[in-house]
């Protein structure tokens, strides 16, 4: 992940490589084998490219094995293949040279050894055919001691005859090259053409004329080095430079194999955009993809670069294995891991013991079980505006469903309603309260301007979830009640209850109300203002202009349910504060319990309700939404020859020859100036298999419609027909 050194020339960049190419192309050749020819370094490489494939460790042609010093030295069939010193003697160059009369190996003419090979070979054995002294330990492994596999040391930057040409470490290793092969420096780039090279370079995108006109100006010492730092700040690089990884890392928007669906991937590909723009040490990019979700309190972001396993392709086709494709996926993670992070090809080990890297099968199934403990959940990523976004409907949708109770309250005609019997009751004003046969208390006495009544009764055991006062009318009050006042009127300034259980009465606890519903309340009285802690409010009835006198009723709901074993009992608190001798005149209690077999939770039965109330909305909004009309086949035919009989409903029955594929085309003629919606009603029959509605075996009774085709034109055929 390290960025361009904020001193570079932005002509190195692009000259270095070239310059080095160029360079390779024009040294000669090497004719002669090196003074000393080393077994480690010169021998190895051919004898693993030209012969391993028959000698090495995964078959060994006429018993020779070519892959180790204790195996070349004791030979083959054919017996011992080198004799040191004596080249012309050992029967390895004498196959490898094509010396007296034997085949030439390898066999096939591409696959010889160069003339120059040839020569290493017979110089090596002319030598003494020496072999480096090796440990016996894996780690001593010759292949480990490639340079790409030691530890990196800084080399100390050379010494050059133009030291003013080089502005850093790396232009005096391109510089000492050139001076070694006589050659100078190309002259600076304009400046024009250095803009041009190093925004294309840093962000793939060309300059812009007033940037151009800008740096061309700008005659400050560090120009060029202020435009490093502006291409390196802007969004632009991160994108032009994830590019690479993104490839490596095989990202794609889509699973491939045979659907080749899309897929949400695009958190990961702007992580990598975001890596390379905050310069994220590579450690940190390496761990953050191979594990983030591992990391101590992991988050969102370092679990979203873990998506770097989840690049593998996917396979949706109908009918495969499952497990396989898994498989199949566990092996791209290591390949590509290995590939990416390690610059080896890991998959070789995969089938035998890597040839060329120091990587055995058994390793390579270590890494494989790795990867194979890994879950594969779906993560939700939202950003930041989604996450700010989530919380605010998130908050609408609790304050509306707050709103729910009171908008949708309890049924209450699912509750059992039992009448409370009042044990005792009085008046604070000392008026007269009568017990009457049906439950209710009726006022017998001169009402005062103001009271409050209190009414105590007991229950049996069981859980009550509302209470009802009942406001009835009576002949005795005036205008029939239910109040007491001249126009029969009451208001109820405040409704409260208390509760407790039958066996410990000292026990009485408020009892909290809520979702207050009444079948009639006057305007500006509202039942609510019954429950609502203001003494100066209330519940009134009367009714507009006049109108005859009812029964009301009050239901208040319990925001939780109460029941005691052995019963309960409540104290009900009935204040009338409006003055006007606006009191009950008739009134009874009632208590509002679940009844058998409908759900225990009142919350739960809210919900019942509540959907059974939207379900009922829906099919009222379908049935105006649209009118359905059964449209009457006129003609159809079935690509494979089957069978159509059309019935009195005007379905169409299959029958006949039932091939695994086919297409049915049917036509319809209809009055209908304007459609909006096309209903498709499959049907079960007895005379399909297992009833229908399909035809796909003979206990199945299935089907599978792949397309619905629609095409649609006017009857007077003056249009084109047009697809739907």
């Given at each position: 992940m390290d960025r361009l050194p904020r001193c570079l020339d932005g002509r190195i960049a692009v000259c270095a490589c070239l310059a080095i190419a160029l360079l390779a192309l024009a040294s000669p050749s090497r004719a002669d084998p090196p003074a000393e020819v080393r077994f480690d370094r010169d021998i190895e490489p051919i004898l693993a490219v030209k012969c391993y494939h028959c000698h090495g460790p995964d078959k060994q042609k006429a018993e020779l094995r070519l892959d180790g010093k204790d195996a070349i030295l004791k030979?083959?069939?054919?017996?011992?293949?080198i004799k040191a010193g004596q080249a012309a003697e050992s029967l390895l160059y004498q196959r490898v040279a094509g010396l007296n009369d034997l085949e030439r190996m390898p066999p096939g003419r591409k696959d010889w050894l160069t003339d120059e090979q040839v020569r290493l070979l017979r110089t090596w054995i002319e030598q003494g055919a020496t072999f480096p002294q090796r440990p016996l330990d894996p780690a001593a492994d010759p292949r480990r001691r490639h340079w790409a596999y030691q530890t990196p040391v800084r080399p100390q930057p050379p010494e050059v005859r133009d030291a003013g040409w080089a502005r850093g470490p790396l232009d005096r290793f391109i510089l000492a090259r050139l001076e070694k092969e006589g050659l100078k420096p190309s002259p600076e780039a304009d400046r024009h053409t250095l803009i041009r090279r190093v925004s294309l370079d840093l962000t793939g995108l060309p300059p812009t004329l007033e940037e151009v006109e800008a740096f061309v100006k700008d005659e400050s010492p560090d120009a060029y080095e202020k435009l490093v730092d502006r291409?390196?700040?802007?969004?632009?690089?991160?994108?032009?430079?994830?590019?690479?990884?993104l490839d490596a890392a095989r990202y794609a928007d889509s699973n491939g194999y045979e659907k080749d669906r899309a897929r949400v991937m695009w958190r990961y590909r702007d992580?990598?955009?975001?890596?390379?723009?905050?310069?994220?040490?590579?450690?940190?990019?390496?761990?953050?993809?191979?594990?983030?979700?591992?990391?101590?309190?992991?988050?969102?972001?370092?679990?979203?670069?873990?998506?770097?396993?989840?690049?593998?392709?996917?396979?949706?086709?109908?009918?495969?294995?499952?497990?396989?494709?898994?498989?199949?996926?566990?092996?791209?993670?290591?390949?590509?891991?290995?590939?990416?992070?390690?610059?080896m090809t890991l998959g070789c080990a995969q089938c035998h013991n890597h040839k060329f890297d120091p990587i055995s099968q058994r390793e390579y199934f270590q890494v494989f079980a790795l990867f194979n403990n890994a879950d594969e959940p779906i993560l939700e990523t939202p950003t930041e505006a989604e996450i700010a976004r989530e919380a605010q409907v998130e908050k609408e949708i609790a304050e509306i469903e707050a709103r729910l109770p009171e908008e949708f309250p309890l049924p209450y005609?699912?509750?059992?309603?039992?009448?409370?019997?009042?044990?005792?009751?009085?008046?604070?004003?000392?008026?007269?309260?009568?017990?009457?046969?049906?439950?209710?208390?009726?006022?017998?006495?001169?009402?005062?301007?103001?009271?409050?009544?209190?009414?105590?009764?007991?229950?049996?055991?069981?859980?009550?979830?509302?209470?009802?006062?009942e406001a009835l009318t009576d002949s005795s009050l005036p205008r029939m009640g239910p109040g007491l006042s001249d126009s029969g009127n009451f208001v109820l300034s405040e409704f409260t209850v208390t509760a407790a259980g039958r066996k410990a009465p000292a026990a009485a606890r408020p009892v909290g109300l809520k979702n207050p519903s009444a079948d009639f309340s006057q305007e500006g009285f509202a039942v609510a203002s019954a429950i609502d802690g203001d003494p100066a409010t209330g519940w009134a009835v009367a009714e507009p202009k006049g109108g005859p006198s009812q029964s009301r009723t009050a239901t208040f709901e319990l925001k939780e349910p109460i029941a005691a074993d052995g019963g309960t009992r409540l104290v009900f608190t009935l204040?009338?504060?409006?003055?006007?001798?606006?009191?009950?005149?008739?009134?009874?209690?009632?208590?509002?319990?679940?009844?058998?077999?409908?759900?225990?939770?009142?919350?739960?039965?809210?919900?019942?309700?509540?959907?059974?109330?939207?379900?009922?909305?829906?099919?009222?909004?379908?049935?105006?939404?649209?009118?359905?009309?059964?449209?009457?086949?006129?003609?159809?035919?079935?690509?494979?020859?089957?069978?159509?009989?059309?019935?009195?409903?005007?379905?169409?029955?299959?029958?006949?020859?039932?091939?695994?594929?086919d297409v049915y085309t049917v036509e319809y003629d209809t009055d209908l100036d304007q459609v909006s919606s096309i209903r498709l009603e499959v049907l079960a029959d007895r005379r399909l298999p297992a009833r229908g509605p399909g035809r796909g075996g003979v206990e199945e009774g299935n089907f599978q419609l792949s397309e619905l085709e629609i095409t649609a034109w006017p009857r007077d055929g003056r249009q084109e027909p047009v697809p739907v």
């Open positions: 030979g083959g069939e054919s017996g011992v293949i291409l390196l700040a802007s969004p632009q690089y991160g994108e032009h430079q994830a590019r690479q990884w992580w990598v955009i975001n890596a390379f723009n905050a310069d994220l040490p590579y450690d940190r990019f390496t761990i953050e993809q191979l594990a983030g979700d591992m990391l101590p309190g992991a988050t969102l972001d370092q679990r979203i670069a873990t998506g770097f396993h989840r690049n593998t392709m996917i396979n949706e086709e109908g009918g495969i294995d499952v497990e396989e494709f898994r498989y199949y996926a566990v092996v791209d993670r290591v390949a590509t891991t290995g590939t990416v992070f390690l610059g005609e699912e509750l059992r309603w039992t009448v409370l019997e009042p044990a005792e009751f009085t008046a604070a004003s000392g008026g007269k309260l009568v017990k009457q046969e049906d439950g209710s208390l009726l006022a017998r006495w001169a009402a005062p301007e103001r009271d409050t009544f209190t009414v105590t009764a007991e229950t049996g055991a069981g859980s009550i979830v509302a209470v009802r006062l204040a009338q504060n409006f003055g006007g001798r606006h009191l009950l005149g008739r009134f009874r209690l009632w208590a509002g319990s679940l009844s058998r077999g409908t759900p225990a939770d009142v919350d739960e039965l809210r919900r019942g309700h509540l959907a059974a109330r939207q379900a009922g909305w829906e099919a009222k909004m379908m049935r105006a939404a649209a009118r359905w009309t059964i449209l009457a086949p006129q003609t159809y035919t079935s690509q494979k020859g089957c069978t159509f009989t059309l019935l009195e409903d005007q379905s169409l029955l299959v029958t006949g020859d039932r091939p695994s594929r």
